[in-house]
């Protein structure tokens, strides 16, 4: 019996933090990891030996420099999904996800995004892009539900 394949992928810092929560999960498929290359995550590829890839680290606040980021990362993206061809992608956000997901939806995988925790009361950018289109939508906080209607209410990731 083959696993279901299945793709990690968040930015940095806390998505990445609430994404890794479910580290226990990875085994039971054919995974592959996907995040933002900072140094605070560098021990990923130790940790998960040939599961990670890295997109390159940009935010939107460095105005000059996201645009050329964020256009490599989409290419980067599609070149990933297409060595990987996951059956599901499942994202706690942010933008490095955006485009990924995208591309999964086009070509035939199942979207499962997590919102993250951070948010209580408001939709975030990526959240708001992809709820349309993902096949389950998970919220950590009941009042999410009322943002999201379609929403499943998941918990606390943590």
């Not at 130790?46 to 290419?75: A, E, M, Q, R």
């Not at 599901?88 to 942010?94: H, L, R, S």
């Not at 939806?105 to 997590?114: A, H, M, N, R, V």
Request: aromatic share 18%.
């Amino acid at each position: 019996m083959n696993k279901k394949s299945v793709m990690f992928i968040s930015s940095t810092g806390g998505h990445l933090e609430e994404l890794l929560q479910l580290d226990k999960m990875f085994k039971k498929y054919d995974y592959h990891l996907i995040t933002e290359k900072t140094k605070s995550n560098e021990y990923l590829s130790l940790k998960y030996k040939n599961h990670v890839d890295y997109l390159i680290y940009g935010t939107k606040y460095h105005l000059l420099s996201y645009p050329l980021k964020l256009f490599f990362n989409c290419f980067k993206s599609l070149f990933l999904y297409l060595k990987y061809t996951p059956d599901y992608i499942i994202t706690t956000g942010t933008h490095t996800a955006g485009p990924m997901c995208c591309i999964g939806k086009i070509l035939g995988s199942k979207i499962i995004y997590i919102e993250t925790f951070a948010n209580i009361v408001t939709k975030t950018s990526t959240g708001r892009l992809i709820y349309p289109f993902s096949d389950k939508f998970i919220v950590q906080w009941e009042s999410m539900k009322k943002i999201y209607p379609k929403s499943d209410f998941g918990g606390w990731i943590f």
